[in-house]
Nanobody, 128 residues
Framework: QAHVVESGGGLVQPGGSLRLSCAAS????????IAWFRQAPGKEREGVSC????????YNLEPVIGRFTISRDNAKNTVYLQMNSLKPEDTAVYYC?????????????????????WGLGTQVTVSS
């Protein structure tokens, strides 16, 4: 059964870095636009970053601009989220999702669109 799996989360001190991975199984990631989301306790899920399949152009959303970088390695069928200068407010469960739709520069789906695959998430905790 096709799915995506996130990994790479953990406990890190403020100012530290982590690299999350989103590995696809059963389908080819480079035919999809990919987005990273996060959800902190008691808060709504929010988009973090996304990458286009057409040109691998990355888009980052506030408040991670300048700190997080999304990239893909089609040979490994994996998308990454490099997170630097982590802050306690970055603490959340991070999810990746793949869509056959086309995400805009704000990582928004077209009207009526949806994500084809969601992972179960990986916990990121930023604390001293």
């Amino acid at each position: 059964q096709a799915h995506v799996v996130e990994s790479g989360g953990g406990l890190v001190q403020p100012g530290g870095s982590l690299r999350l991975s989103c590995a696809a199984s059963g389908f080819t990631l480079d035919y999809y636009d990919i987005a990273w989301f996060r959800q902190a306790p008691g808060k709504e899920r929010e988009g973090v970053s996304c990458i286009s399949r057409s040109d691998d152009h990355p888009y980052n959303l506030e408040p991670v601009i300048g700190r997080f970088t999304i990239s893909r390695d089609n040979a490994k069928n994996t998308v990454y989220l490099q997170m630097n200068s982590l802050k306690p407010e970055d603490t959340a469960v991070y999810y990746c999702a793949a869509t056959s739709g086309v995400l805009d520069h704000g990582c928004r789906l077209p009207r009526g669109g949806g994500y084809d695959f969601w992972g179960l998430g990986t916990q990121v905790t930023v604390s001293s």
